[in-house]
């Protein structure tokens, strides 16, 4: 699994226009796991299985995680099919 970061999470909730607790909620995890994953800009400090949990739903969701590149690691919107 690549890494995500806080603020891709914070950004990808932002481009879904959900809250905190919606994203807790569609990935079954806590309103405390996914705050303390965006109060770092890099890699949260929660469990491997949280964060896999909070990245797979937010790409079920519809986001791209955009890894660093020379521009910055980032999220968009998948190219629909």
């Not at 309103?31 to 800009?41: L, P, S």
């Amino acid at each position: 699994m690549s890494e995500i970061t806080g603020a891709q999470i914070r950004a990808s909730r932002a481009l879904l226009r959900w809250t905190a607790e919606d994203l807790a909620k569609a990935a079954s995890t806590g309103v405390m796991t996914i705050r303390r994953a965006e109060a770092e800009d890099g890699r949260p400090s929660i469990t491997a299985a949280n964060l896999k949990l909070i990245k797979m739903t937010l790409e079920d969701a519809g986001i791209e995680f955009i890894p660093e590149n020379g521009g910055g690691a980032g999220v968009r919107f998948k190219k629909p099919r």
